[in-house]
């Protein structure tokens, strides 16, 4: 009963220490964060992540670093290294390779931890997620405005458009890094397989791409498989013709693009739920239909992930507080009847993902 008691404070330290980061670990009433901490740590990794900071790729750090808060002689350096290095290989932790050296900090739930449990995900473990999710992180990351995907147009609904910011088309963000280039397993999508829903939009689940830093994190563990740039594109186009969502970091430095549907991603499927994902979501685009070219086949409405869409007098009509600007209902549209238009506030995204963490952080202070 005493060892239960103290692996439980371990994990409440645990937890108010990750509470700390930009988007942090906020304590539930359902008990569901110490639940999920007790699935992914062990008491011993708990004291561990204790020791880092958090970092995405700006803040991480040497293991000589982190070693110098050790207050204790229990552990020796090595050892020290080689739990870092298991919490890297299991998705607890950001890990970096540079030059040699092994850099180290604590990462988000999302985006984070739950993204590199790709392909080795559980019952038990889905369950914890979805209880701490709903209960814990989604509130979390809404009521900070923490948005860290940014829904870019696909090509084809914005290819006559003149003005495209480079923000905001796929080719031109590719430019931004300069690789390695990475394709993994969609999570989301692995979940619902498990739970007998699997999508309806791609029987594909290849479909995830990250680039840079973030590619090389999935190729050293393993979680990813390396591709070229004319395979990312190449995959970047089938996503684009399966109807799929394309949500990029919201960085100008690009480190990934998430290829989303409204029926597995964590994300679209709880603002599916909500009256206004078009005002919720950050998107420079909104979708308008010419009435006089529309012939109410209804093809925009069955490719619209966020049921934005309905006939009214055979015509299609889109609701713009649900609108997020996908471009999918203006490629598919067989009359082209539908088209892109800016929003009056165009959105720039940030230098950088640290760029962008140091402004939640800034809002997460002026809300204490």
């Known amino acids: 009963m005493a060892s239960n008691i103290e692996d439980i404070a371990v994990y409440r330290k645990l937890q108010e220490h990750l509470d700390k980061m930009p988007i942090g670990f906020p304590t ?10 007790k699935k992914l740590f062990t008491p011993q990794e708990a004291e561990v992540a204790m020791l880092l900071k958090f970092g995405w790729e700006r803040d991480l750090e040497t293991l000589d670093t982190i070693y110098d808060r050790v207050t204790d002689n229990k552990i020796s350096k090595e050892e020290l290294g080689n739990i870092l290095d298991e919490m890297g290989q299991k998705g607890l932790i950001m890990t970096k390779k540079h030059k040699d050296q092994k850099y180290y900090g604590n990462a988000l739930l999302m985006v984070g931890i739950f993204e ?3 392909n080795r995900l559980d019952m038990d473990f889905i369950e914890d997620f979805h209880d701490y999710f709903d209960e814990g992180w989604l509130p979390e990351t809404l009521k900070l405005k923490g948005a860290q995907l940014r829904t870019i147009p696909i090509e084809k609904s914005i290819e006559f458009e003149s003005q495209v910011s480079e923000f905001d088309k796929v ?31 791609t029987d594909r689940r290849e479909v995830c791409m990250g680039f840079g830093h973030a ?17 990312a594109i190449n995959i970047l186009n089938q996503n684009q013709e399966d109807g799929l969502v394309l949500q990029a970091d919201n960085s100008q430095k690009l480190t990934f693009i998430c290829s989303c549907c409204s029926c597995c991603c964590e994300g679209l499927s709880r603002f599916l739920k909500i009256p206004n994902p078009g005002k919720m979501m950050i998107s420079n685009y909104y979708a308008e239909v ?24 055979d015509i299609a009509k889109i609701k713009q507080k649900r609108c997020i600007g996908c471009g999918n209902c203006v490629a598919k549209c067989p009359s082209d009847a539908i088209n892109l238009h ?25 809300q204490k």
């Open 171 to 201: 080719e031109e963000l590719l430019k931004t890094t300069d690789g390695p280039y990475m394709v993994a397993n969609c999570i989301c999508k692995q979940l619902k397989d498990m739970e007998e829903h699997p999508c309806k939009v």
């Open 342 to 366: 800016k929003k009056d506030r165009q959105f720039t995204p940030f230098p950088t993902m640290d760029d962008l963490f140091d402004k939640i952080m800034e809002r997460k202070i002026a």
């Open 290 to 313: 010419v009435a006089d070219d529309c012939t109410g086949c209804e093809t925009c409405i069955q490719i619209c992930p966020m049921e934005a869409i309905r006939l009214v007098d």
């Open 28 to 37: 539930t009433k359902s008990g569901s964060d110490i639940r999920i901490l």
């Open 215 to 231: 590619a090389n994190l999935y190729i050293d563990q393993g979680w990813g498989r390396e591709i070229t740039k004319e395979e």
């Open 116 to 118: 590199f449990q790709v």
